[in-house]
């Protein structure tokens, strides 16, 4: 079975599902509007028939009462069972739809990515569309935490490749990618509670803010001290052994509570703001926890700590939410008195919960690591599935003092670009210091092809799969010049912000590095006169030969491809086009060689222009 048609298939088993999906909400949408009736009419009707048999007989009427309630009660669980399904479905439904959306790129059905672009002087994050609207990031981010997906951006950015991290994310994305539902029901179950996003390094913040150890143990002991010097006096006063002295002990016991409750106030103050983010993570932490990982063992190794017996997320978080319980007992003034007229109540469960969050800090830690790394390779591993055609790379590692193959790919394509619509080609680059020129007309691919070549290779350094047919890359650094504009604020010409920013690529390729700099440039110094142009870019070109670099440069200028003459590690490509019938056919297939065709003129002629 070809990829192309094991994509149709999910597309199609998607599309019925959503049309499942819509079917059995309306379902739940009848059944819930039916049972409120229900719950009113038992209600109204139960009053009215309280009311005649208590008028009739007393103890028919108590009878009628406690049947009637529990007829309400039993209505009300069913209704909220079907609340709870529909809630359920919905959102079910909503991610099958963006999953839909991302396989066919309709971008107004795609959630926007969280956070806006940096400034420029990032290597290639603007050039390669790898943030911002309709961008890379986009299309992947599935998170549900701000940590995930920090993750994932910060992978999608990294200027220096690390293998082994590769190699381990493409196991475990290799494994996810087999379990379509795994990260949809990581978003479900959080989704269920919490329709915002999971900030879990502020709910860290926050468990850390502790009291000071030794006030709270001082402010406990001696509460403990009074609470039993007051029960003492007062029940020897009450056996009459010693007068009534229990108001003097009791009073300095209210004493201590006043000039101490600080500390405790702002130790029970978030209390309730932590049991609602408790909330949030336990359900996401007790699906990893009894997830079946048999068939998964890089993933199962990733999830150790959610299984872990000895920090096991439901024994930390069963123990803080008890000592949440036991504080909301004082929340009724008369209760909160009881208890802690008696007994030192709130310094007592004020130092439980101090040390039931330090210890849930600890695992807190560890488990938002685990879960960060988890929803950034989740989001790899859904765009695998969406997209059963693209291929893992294979990394090549050279021996010691041996030449890398740069790239090698097979049937290459623009991730950003629909199905339908990719026209991918072959490449291959193949040692240090080589240069390729691609010449071409307007419009004919050569821009979008240097974004293909350097999006696939963010991809694939990130860990994830490749839109081709096969992939080699060693490894190396990615520098861009793609995107440069002027800027007003700054007073930079167009010319003189493209200058800066080769200027930068030629400092990052000077620099000492193990890994070689894979540039891609795009129109090389279209800011200025065409003799100008040629005598700059042939010297840049020239000055990038032969260094510890290679890459792709495209331009409109012929008289560059004379430089294969004299540069040994020189090689030129290009793009055409045909007019047929009046019209511009581009086919955008890579082809080797000069560009002999331009199209200026023509699109001129066609434009109505004088030519």
Not at 147 to 171: F, H, M, Y
Not at 272 to 299: D, G, S, V, W
Not at 349 to 374: I, S, T
Not at 577 to 606: H, Q, W
């Amino acid at each position: 079975m070809s990829p192309l048609t094991r994509r149709d298939r999910r597309e199609a088993l998607l599309t019925k599902a959503v049309a499942w999906l819509d079917g059995r909400i309306a379902f739940l949408d009848g059944q819930v509007t039916r049972f409120g009736w229900y719950r009113l009419t038992a209600f109204l009707g139960g009053i009215a028939l309280v009311f005649l048999t208590y008028v009739y007989r007393e103890w028919l009427g108590w009878l009628t009462l406690a049947l009637a309630g529990g007829v309400f009660m039993y209505i009300s669980v069913i209704h909220r069972r079907f609340e709870a399904s529909l809630k359920r479905h919905r959102i079910w439904r909503e991610i099958k739809r963006t999953q839909l959306a991302r396989m066919r790129l309709d971008w107004t059905n795609i959630p926007e990515a969280t956070g806006a672009a940096r400034e420029g002087d990032h290597p290639f994050e603007i050039d390669l569309d790898i943030t911002g609207r309709h961008s890379i990031l986009q299309l992947l981010d599935v998170t549900i935490s701000r940590e995930g997906r920090d993750r994932l951006e910060a992978w999608l950015l990294g200027t220096v490749p690390d293998p082994a991290a590769i190699r381990r994310r493409q196991n475990i994305v290799r494994e996810m990618a087999l379990l379509p539902t795994f990260g949809d029901k990581l978003q479900l179950n959080f989704r269920m509670v919490s329709e915002h996003q999971l900030e879990g390094q502020q709910f860290l913040e926050e468990i850390r803010q502790a009291i000071p150890r030794k006030i709270l143990n001082r402010t406990l002991a001696l509460a403990a001290v009074l609470a039993g010097l007051n029960g003492l006096v007062y029940g020897l006063g009450w056996l009459g052994w010693i007068p009534a002295l229990w108001p003097l002990t009791l009073t300095l016991y209210a004493l201590h509570y006043y000039f101490n409750q600080q500390p405790v106030q702002a130790s029970f103050k978030d209390v309730l703001l932590m049991e609602n983010e408790l909330n949030k993570i336990k359900a996401i932490l007790r699906f990893l926890e009894t997830y079946p990982y048999h068939q998964c063992p890089h993933l199962a190794e990733l999830c150790r700590p959610f299984r872990d017996s000895q920090i096991r997320p439901s024994r930390r978080l069963r123990r803080i939410r008890r000592e949440i319980a036991m504080i909301g007992l004082r929340m009724n003034p008369l209760m909160w008195l009881l208890l802690n007229i008696a007994l030192p109540w709130d310094f007592f469960f004020a130092r439980r919960l101090d040390a039931a969050k330090r210890e849930l800090a600890q695992d807190l830690d560890v488990w938002l690591e685990v879960w960060a790394e988890l929803e950034a390779l989740t989001c790899l591993a859904n765009y695998a599935w969406l997209n059963p055609a693209c291929v893992f790379p294979e990394l090549t590692l050279p021996a010691e003092g041996e030449a890398s193959l740069l790239l090698e790919a097979r049937e290459l394509g623009h991730p950003l670009i629909p199905a339908a619509r990719r026209v991918c080609n072959s490449f291959t680059l193949a040692q240090p210091g080589e240069v390729v020129l691609i010449t071409g007309s307007n419009m004919a691919g050569k821009s979008t092809f240097l974004k293909t070549i350097g999006v696939n290779l963010v991809l694939a350094y990130a860990g994830g799969p490749v839109v081709a047919e096969e992939m080699r890359l060693g490894l190396f650094r990615l520098f861009s010049c793609i995107k440069v504009s002027d800027s007003v604020t700054d007073g930079f010409s167009y010319f003189y912000a493209e200058v800066r920013r080769l200027k930068a690529l030629l400092d990052a390729l000077d620099r000492e590095h193990p890994y070689p700099l894979f540039f891609l440039i795009d129109e090389i110094f279209k800011g200025t006169n065409n003799r100008e142009r040629f005598l700059g870019s042939r010297a840049y070109i020239k000055t990038l030969a032969g260094k510890n670099g290679a890459g792709v440069i495209t331009t409109h200028d012929l008289d560059l491809t004379r430089l294969e003459e004299e540069i040994v590690l020189f090689r030129n490509y290009h793009f055409r086009e045909e007019v047929r019938e009046g019209r511009m056919v581009f086919d955008y297939a890579l082809r080797p060689g000069p560009c002999p065709t331009t199209n200026a003129l023509v699109i001129m002629e066609m434009e109505g222009l004088p030519v």
